[in-house]
Each structure stands twice: as C-alpha cells, then as structure tokens.
C-alpha cells in the first residue's frame, strides 16, 4: 500500500511537531512504532511505552493499535 505523498508530508509534519524523538523524515522510519509508542506515553503522562519499546514490533504494533481502539472517537 502506497502513501499519498501529500498525506505522507502531513503525517510527518504531525509527528515533528509533537518533538518526542529526533525529527523523522520519512514515513519508512516510523514503522517500528517507536514514535508512536513516545506518543501516547506523551498522552498518558506516564513512560508504560518504556517497557513496550523492548518487545517485537508485532507486539509494539498491538501495543498502539490497543490504544486507538480504546479512545476512538466513534465506534
């Protein structure tokens, strides 16, 4: 699956603006979930993701995926 490159930019743009790692300058670099993880330790106030971090990117991904089920907006 393909990114629009306008969409791309954006999500990039999102993710720098919220300074919680070294700027990320292509989507590639987020697909560890590392920044995402940083995120929601951001949103959470708390350093859980820490723990996270450590385990398989299969596991990072249920991690974060978890977490959009749980506070969407709209089922």
Not at 5 to 14: E, F, K, Q, V, Y
Not at 38 to 66: A, M, N, W, Y
């Amino acid at each position: 699956m393909t990114l629009h490159a306008t969409r791309g930019a954006a999500l990039l743009s999102w993710v720098n603006s919220l300074h919680v790692a070294d700027p990320v300058e292509a989507v590639l670099q987020l697909q560890d979930c590392s920044i995402f993880i940083k995120i929601i330790d951001r949103i959470h106030g708390t350093e859980e993701g820490q723990q996270i971090l450590k385990q398989p990117v299969s596991e990072r991904l249920d991690f974060v995926c978890s977490f959009l089920q749980k506070n969407r907006k709209h089922p």
